[in-house]
């Protein structure tokens, strides 16, 4: 079953993934994983360190002439901007650049600092720093070639950034999602896309930061992903973990989770009806799982992620040397994330995915895996 690990800081040398469980003969190219990367970094709002960030990649292994081994897939993202990093961070040979000593609120940096009993905030930010989702990336990227073997896909949009919220009932499909990554807020629609817009330049011209919400959507599932037997192994369950792990998320819900609280239980549900030899419903409230399994409609979750913390006018701290009031310093300077966010929300429900359909499926080659999931949908319709 798929896993990885990822290691490396933000103004480091580079970043590494390391992805176990990959099966053999999957197709992957180093500009596919290129693409996927770039697909990170787009986004209005972003601050200057988007238009240098540069990755460029090595894979290590796992990978011989563009196809998976089966073996562990490893590769580096080289920090292109390492030297000039490294010469800041540590100006003399051999000395480090003096501490940072006053966290900033909204990050790892506090917290971080008294867990491993340091009073330098970088030895905690550097590694707390949302740069790290580039690594995931690769993992994302593995986990939808996987999913793309058998007619799934995913994709993902902006909702709602700060007060700017998309009307559109409408859901967008995996042809949208050129649109969608075409937007400069990613956005499904040019309304929505002009309002985000404008909520974006509010927060600018008033040096502030802006949150919002992404939706991710993953269209032909089978029915049956996840499980009702294990509380580790509920689908729902495990999407919500995988999408709070990102940096700044603080809200998961799935389907009409926050709507459906409100409604009456005989609102609230997605009824059954049966024709032409299967199930179906025509609605989807649940947001396609029913007791920590998939229903075999589109799944939909979303997402919210809290504004950005570090502002461009410094939030109140403390110097944790001296102990007295300062301003927190300022590491970065974007305005808003939501729509690159949305990017990794969508690599992060394909890895959880995948890993389900894996453990329901298995198969160490990606034909075994193919003929598998067919048996299995074959099955279901004389059911």
């Not at 390391?18 to 697909?39: D, H, K, S």
């Not at 993202?77 to 909204?106: A, C, L, V």
């Not at 049956?224 to 580790?232: F, I, K, M, N, T």
């Not at 193919?370 to 059911?383: A, G, H, K, P, W």
Request: aromatic share 4%.
């Amino acid at each position: 079953m798929l896993r990885f690990l990822t290691a490396g800081e933000s103004h480091g040398p580079g970043l590494v993934t390391i992805v176990e469980g990959v099966p053999a003969g999957l197709e992957v190219t180093r500009e596919g994983i290129g693409l996927e990367l770039a697909r990170r970094r787009l986004g209005y709002g972003r601050g200057a360190r988007m238009k240098i960030e540069q990755d460029k990649l090595e894979i290590m292994g796992g990978i011989r002439h563009g196809r998976t081994l089966g073996s562990p897939v490893a590769v580096i993202i080289r920090n292109t901007e390492w030297p000039r990093w490294e010469e800041e961070m540590s100006p003399d040979p051999g000395t480090p650049k003096r501490p940072m000593t006053t966290p900033r609120p909204g990050h790892a940096d506090l917290v971080g600092m008294l867990k491993y009993d340091t009073k330098d905030a970088r030895n905690i930010l550097e590694r707390a720093s949302a740069r790290e989702t580039a690594a995931r990336t690769v993992a994302g990227y593995l986990a939808k070639q996987i999913l793309a073997s058998i007619g799934v896909t995913v994709v993902s949009h902006v909702v709602a950034i700060g007060r700017a919220i998309s009307e559109s009932e409408q859901l967008p499909t995996i042809d949208d999602l050129p649109s969608i990554d075409a937007s400069s807020v990613r956005a499904f629609g040019t309304e929505a896309e002009a309002a985000m817009v404008s909520e974006i330049e509010w927060a600018k011209a008033d040096r502030d930061t802006l949150g919002g919400v992404m939706e991710v959507l993953v269209y032909d599932l089978p029915p049956g992903v996840g499980s009702h037997v294990h509380w580790d192994r509920r689908l729902d369950a495990r999407l919500s973990g995988a999408l709070m792990s990102i940096q700044a998320m603080k809200a998961v819900e799935i389907g009409d989770g926050l709507e459906s609280s409100r409604r009456r239980g005989s609102d609230a549900h997605d009824h059954i009806y049966y024709e032409d030899r299967e199930f179906y419903r025509n609605t989807d409230r649940a947001g396609g799982t029913e007791g920590g399994m998939s229903t075999g409609q589109p799944l939909r979750v979303r997402v919210a992620m809290k504004p950005l913390s570090t502002v461009m006018r410094p939030l109140p701290t403390v110097n944790v040397v001296t102990k007295e009031a300062e301003v927190a310093f300022r590491e970065r300077s974007d305005v808003c994330a939501v729509p690159a966010a949305g990017v990794v929300a969508e690599q992060m429900v394909a890895i959880v995915v995948t890993q389900e359909l894996q453990r329901m499926f298995g198969g160490d080659t990606v034909e075994d895996f193919m003929v598998n999931v067919t048996s299995y949908r074959t099955r279901l319709l004389s059911f």
